[in-house]
Nanobody, 124 residues
Framework: QVQLVESGGGLVQAGGSLRVSCAAS????????MGWFRQAPGKEREFVAA????????KYVDSVKGRFTISRDNAKNTVYLQMNNLKPDDTAVYYC?????????????????WGQGTQVTVSS
């Protein structure tokens, strides 16, 4: 069982930066790939980024490539999403998730554990 708690969301102006974090419980954190998803009002939840258990492999949705960076610290059981050059379209609730398998999959199905989400709002 893995419990995930996100933090670090908030309000930022367009062009600004924000880092969201996700703290995980349990001693097997490094076994899991970690993903970030987001859900904007009136839209379905979508994949944003994922990172392998070792941190050596990452994957991003095209719309955030070059602006967002996913990283993890296995010693701290924490995964991060650094978001730069934020745009109003990035406004959403951001969720972290843990699952097994490769980071190639961008759907929700491989992820077994989810956090409660943290709100990120980007003003224009």
């Amino acid at each position: 069982q893995v419990q995930l708690v996100e933090s670090g969301g908030g309000l930022v102006q367009a062009g600004g930066s924000l880092r969201v974090s996700c703290a995980a419980s349990g001693r097997t954190f490094s076994y899991y790939k970690m993903g970030w998803f987001r859900q904007a009002p009136g839209k379905e939840r979508e994949f944003v980024a994922a990172i392998s258990g070792s941190g050596g492999t990452t994957k991003y949705v095209d719309s955030v490539k070059g602006r967002f960076t996913i990283s993890r610290d296995n010693a701290k059981n924490t995964v991060y999403l650094q978001m730069n050059n934020l745009k109003p379209d990035d406004t959403a609730v951001y969720y972290c998730a843990a699952g097994l398998g490769t980071v190639a999959a961008t759907t929700e199905r491989p992820y077994d554990y989810w956090g409660q989400g943290t709100q990120v709002t980007v003003s224009s």
